[in-house]
Nanobody, 122 residues
Framework: QVQLVESGGGLVQAGGSLRLSCAASGRSFGTYAMGWFRQNPGKEREFVAAISWSDWRTDYTDSVKGRFTISRDNAKNMVYLQMHTLKPEDTAVYYC???????????????WGQGTQVTVSS
C-alpha cells in the first residue's frame, strides 16, 4: 500500500517555474515506478512524466520534453517534477501516481494522490 500527497502547485506567469513534490508513505516505495499526470475539467487524465524505481529510466510526453524534469529520492520517499518555461496550456491539476512497473498509461498505475492545481497565466 502506498499513500501519495502532492504539493507545490500554484499560480505562475507564463515562462515561470514551479517544482511539484510528492510525498509517499509505505515501506515498498522504492520498488515502485512513479509518474506524474495532469487533467483539466472535461478532459481525460494525461501522462506527463515517469521514472523507474531505480532512477535510471525516465520518459516524458512530447509537449514537456526539455522543460520538465522528473526525479526521485528513495531515501526520503519523495518524487519531484521540476517545471520550467511554463505555458498556459500546462494549466491543470497534476497527480502523482505509483505503478509496479515503468508505465505511461493511466490504467497501469495502482495508487494516486489527490492532485495539486497548477495555473499558468498568459
Amino acid at each position: 500500500q502506498v499513500q501519495l500527497v502532492e504539493s507545490g502547485g500554484g499560480l505562475v506567469q507564463a515562462g515561470g517555474s514551479l517544482r511539484l513534490s510528492c510525498a509517499a508513505s509505505g515501506r515498498s516505495f522504492g520498488t515502485y515506478a512513479m509518474g506524474w499526470f495532469r487533467q483539466n475539467p472535461g478532459k481525460e487524465r494525461e501522462f506527463v512524466a515517469a521514472i523507474s524505481w531505480s532512477d535510471w529510466r525516465t520518459d516524458y510526453t512530447d509537449s514537456v520534453k526539455g522543460r520538465f524534469t522528473i526525479s526521485r529520492d528513495n531515501a526520503k520517499n519523495m518524487v519531484y517534477l521540476q517545471m520550467h518555461t511554463l505555458k498556459p496550456e500546462d494549466t491543470a491539476v497534476y497527480y502523482c501516481a505509483a505503478a509496479r512497473a515503468f508505465a505511461m498509461r493511466v490504467d497501469d498505475y495502482d495508487y494516486w494522490g489527490q492532485g495539486t492545481q497548477v495555473t499558468v497565466s498568459s
